[in-house]
């Protein structure tokens, strides 16, 4: 319950917005998400309590991403991890 924390403290700046229309290697792309720039090595946390569901490599631009349930549907995707 409640509202959701800050997932990297100590880095509040947004490099890329939720809705950004980018252009990716050639190809048009509306951005899913938020890009917090941080260090490689930067300790990330949850927003809110739940569980992990998956962490994994995939090659979709995501990179070495997790995904945590929070219940009620809603979910986090953190991406870009290292």
Not at 3 to 26: A, H, K, L
Not at 30 to 38: L, R, S
Request: hydrophobic share 25%; charged share 10%.
């Amino acid at each position: 319950g409640g509202g959701m924390r800050w997932p990297v403290p100590g880095y509040g700046n947004i490099s890329s917005y939720y809705g950004e229309v980018r252009n990716i290697n050639g190809v048009r792309d509306v951005h899913t998400g938020i890009d917090i720039p941080a260090p490689t090595g930067t300790p990330m946390v949850a927003a809110n309590s739940g569980v992990v569901k998956y962490v994994r490599y995939y090659n979709s631009g995501y990179g070495y991403h997790l995904l945590i349930d929070h219940g009620g549907g809603n979910y986090t995707l953190y991406g870009h991890c290292s």
